[in-house]
């Protein structure tokens, strides 16, 4: 008895015949998520880079502008920027400042940076002095008396597949784009508050 179970499992242990069906089980759902994954972060970056060039462009739009900007002049490039990257009306926004420096312009860490005037389209409030804790990072040095735009873009995004296989929730796509003036020595505001920022932003 004892050698015939010896060489019933001798013979078990060797056996190559079988099928793939429960490699199949253990495989399949990770293939699905590899599948998904790897869609998911390539339409996040997709996403992310269409808001950057989308950016580029308002951002080069206003440095060849030589008129006055107003209310409605943000409003269609906020047009614009819903067309390059399908944004949700509702909750895209872009903002223009125009920023200087007043003193100490060859040190980041202690010069002086005003905003001459901030302005939003969709809903986007107005930057403060005090946001300069904040953005002074994003704004490379340049001498006194020049003048740079900086131009800010928000975009909702919503990933296909949202916190189901791929740990990847909703955000915002947030870019920064500093640029100067390009046949001119500043970027002119003629909408409210054209002397610069309103005066109710400071309340």
């Not at 939003?120 to 300069?132: C, R």
């Not at 735009?149 to 916190?163: C, G, H, K, Q, R």
Request: glycine share 6%.
């Amino acid at each position: 008895m004892s050698n015939f179970f010896s060489k019933f499992f001798c013979k078990f242990r060797s056996e190559q015949d079988g099928t793939l069906s429960v490699e199949a089980v253990f495989a399949f759902p990770l293939l699905i998520w590899a599948a998904t994954a790897t869609y998911t972060f390539f339409d996040a970056y997709k996403a992310q880079n269409a808001s950057f060039r989308a950016n580029y462009t308002i951002s080069d739009i206003l440095s060849r502008e030589t008129e006055s900007v107003d209310l409605a002049y943000l409003n269609g490039l906020m047009t614009v920027f819903r067309f390059m990257t399908f944004g949700d009306a509702a909750t895209s926004w872009i903002r223009v400042s125009l920023v200087q420096c007043t003193a100490d312009c060859t040190d980041e860490a202690s010069r002086d940076l005003e905003f001459d005037w901030s302005h939003g389209a969709n809903g986007a409030p107005s930057l403060l002095a005090a946001d300069f804790d904040v953005y002074g990072s994003k704004i490379p040095l340049f001498p006194i008396g020049d003048k740079l735009i900086l131009v800010e873009t928000s975009l909702d995004y919503t990933p296909p597949f949202a916190n189901m296989l791929v740990s990847f929730p909703e955000r915002k796509l947030v870019s920064h784009v500093v640029t100067r003036p390009r046949f001119g020595p500043q970027l002119l505001w003629s909408g409210p508050g054209a002397n610069g920022i309103d005066e109710e932003d400071f309340e």
